[in-house]
């Protein structure tokens, strides 16, 4: 089946690019950046890249009030507020108070620990003690047991 692409007799037969070729495929690659840089900064720097009609937007002016008819305004006198103060807040703290201090939380009332039964061992033993009859369990060796009379017993 004939293959595609360059066979081998070709393949050994190319020869190994020179000096030359090698110094003109990097002046290529440096001059397409170059270039590719210089196109991208005009098209970055021209702006919108729009038409030319665009109109510079001034500031508007500002409307005057004038007396809207029928008699003047009466003058009113002048109202003198005193200055304000700003007080400097108290050496070492970080901000002055604005609002006053919030009441104490209560302390919360102590937990009553009320102490759970013991469990008990947790496997039974045949013939000791249980809690009351028609518990299961099992044993160490995982063999039911239940509870008969007051003590642990085989199931069956």
Excluded at 55 to 66: G, N, Q, Y
Excluded at 72 to 79: F, K, L
Excluded at 98 to 123: H, L, N, Q, S, Y
Aim: glycine content about 10%.
């Amino acid at each position: 089946m004939p293959r595609l692409g360059f066979s081998d007799s070709e393949s050994r037969h190319r020869k190994a690019p020179t000096e030359r070729e090698k110094f003109l495929f990097v002046v290529k690659v440096v001059a397409f950046v170059v270039v590719t840089g210089v196109v991208g900064g005009v098209l970055l720097l021209s702006g919108s890249g729009g038409g030319g009609d665009e109109v510079a937007v001034s500031d508007p002016a500002v409307p005057t009030i004038t007396g809207s008819g029928g008699s003047e305004p009466e003058q009113q006198p002048e109202r003198r507020e005193p200055p304000a103060t700003i007080v400097a807040p108290a050496a070492g703290t970080e901000t002055a108070v604005i609002t006053p201090k919030a009441e104490p939380r209560p302390k919360p009332k102590p937990r009553i620990v009320v102490p759970r039964p013991d469990p008990g061992p947790p496997f039974a033993r045949r013939g000791q003690p249980c809690p009351r009859d028609g518990v299961f369990s099992f044993t160490k060796k995982y063999e039911p047991l239940v509870c008969r009379n007051g003590r642990w017993d085989r199931l069956l």
